[in-house]
């Protein structure tokens, strides 16, 4: 157990990493409620696809480390994406081991729908921020 000094200089709830982490988390809440709810997407799904739509064609060793997931949950989304029609695999020409991903026309349609409002709560969540704070937000973080 730490010495009462040490928990009296130690304060977690002001700790930086800590708040970070507690507001990253809740912000991701209630982010994937929104796309839970009008497109039935976990988040992984729903990175997979941002990802695609953000970079174009992708393997899913690509996908994990620009998302920062293992690629067992990529790979898990990958299945459900392809299932539901979002998604495509086709072979890697330039390595016959690998297989990149592309949306399909359905999953293009998807992400035209919901990122709209994807971007609408993104305001709402900014709007008490002045552009001048909006502006600083950005550059720290």
Request: proline fraction near 5%.
């Amino acid at each position: 157990m730490p010495a009462a000094k040490d928990r009296d200089t130690f304060d977690l709830s002001r700790f930086l990493p800590y708040l970070l982490d507690r507001l990253a988390g809740r912000m991701s809440e209630d982010l994937s409620a929104l796309y839970a709810a009008r497109a039935e997407l976990a988040t992984p799904d729903w990175r997979v696809l941002v990802w695609l739509h953000h970079a174009g064609p992708l393997s899913a060793q690509d996908i994990a480390l620009r998302a920062h997931m293992d690629k067992a949950t990529v790979s898990r989304a990958v299945g459900r994406l392809e299932t539901r029609g979002l998604l495509s695999r086709e072979l890697d020409p330039g390595d016959q081991r690998s297989r990149t991903l592309s949306l399909t026309r359905k999953g293009r349609g998807l992400l035209t729908r919901l990122l709209p409002q994807v971007q609408a709560w993104e305001t709402s969540l900014l709007e008490p921020l002045s552009a001048n704070e909006r502006g600083q937000l950005s550059q720290l973080l």
